[in-house]
């Protein structure tokens, strides 16, 4: 599993028992899923559809800094399915695993959309056609930059 983002625990992060606030860190996770499948499905209206049994094994304090990591595990004909891992960086813990989340592609009028694409994408060559269009035009292609050797592993 690649660990693509980190985030550090601040004090607008803390629940009332001064931990790390399980809605922080699910909105993080579901941010984490949506930004891996709209790269993956080439799609920027895609959606969290589902998501398996949640169950949080430890913490997080503040200051401490957590990483997620994102594995697809099936690809649908209008769906990615994901994995989730969040880990402790400091004290190496697995804070909560979810083994199941179905992310949707959608088209113009809010149905599910079907992809085309069956395995994952490092290249960058999937961004969604009319957020590419931004980019400078003498800007060299996304999949001839560094990021794309780092994120490789």
């Not at 769906?79 to 199941?100: C, M, P, Q, Y």
Request: net charge neutral.
């Amino acid at each position: 599993m690649n660990f693509h983002s980190r985030k550090w625990v601040k004090p607008e992060d803390l629940n009332a028992n001064q931990s790390l606030f399980g809605g922080s860190l699910l909105r993080w996770i579901d941010e984490e899923a949506a930004i891996y499948a709209i790269i993956q499905l080439g799609n920027e209206r895609t959606v969290t559809k589902y998501m398996s049994e949640i169950n949080f094994v430890s913490s997080a304090r503040q200051g401490d800094i957590i990483e997620m990591g994102i594995l697809p595990v099936n690809w649908g004909r209008t769906s990615l399915t994901l994995k989730a891992v969040v880990r402790n960086v400091f004290t190496g813990e697995i804070i909560i695993s979810i083994d199941k989340i179905v992310m949707v592609s959608l088209d113009d009028n809010g149905e599910p959309k079907p992809h085309g694409y069956t395995s994952v994408t490092y290249a960058r060559d999937r961004v969604p056609h009319r957020l590419a269009s931004r980019r400078a035009h003498d800007a060299p292609p996304l999949s001839a930059t560094m990021d794309d050797k780092v994120f490789r592993g």
